[in-house]
């Protein structure tokens, strides 16, 4: 059975930082491209960071520079690094498990999500 257990949401001030961390089990996490997406009131589910096995990453244009995404295969763990956190960036944020096919995200396996709330 496949999991991904996202923690380390919750309620900020603008311009903190947060790390999410996503755990997976039931799949050879090495093997899998990995992302984070986040979806605000109201707004469809978006990408905003993946990482291919190589660690290769891709970011969405309203995160570069702010996020960095990253992961440990040993731990089977993906990471989201936040800093300068903005009230745009309320939303539950959510890890997948996929494949990459050159630019092209396909995925596969969804956490539960966590929710990051920033005030002003």
């Known amino acids: 059975q496949v999991r991904l257990v996202e923690s380390g949401g919750g309620l900020v001030q603008a311009g903190e930082s947060l790390r999410l961390s996503c755990v997976a089990s039931g799949i050879t996490f090495s093997t899998k491209a990995m992302a984070w997406y986040r979806q605000a009131p109201g707004r469809q589910r978006a990408r905003i960071a993946d990482?291919?096995?190589?660690?290769?990453?891709h970011y969405n244009y309203s995160v570069k520079g702010r996020f960095t995404i990253s992961r440990d295969n040993a731990k089977s763990t993906l990471y989201l690094e936040m800093n300068s956190l903005g009230p745009e960036d309320t939303a539950v944020y959510y890890c997948n498990a996929g494949r990459m096919t050159g630019v092209y995200y396909y995925e596969d396996y969804w956490g539960q999500g966590t929710q990051v709330t920033v005030s002003l």
């Open positions: 990482i291919n096995t190589d660690g290769t990453t």
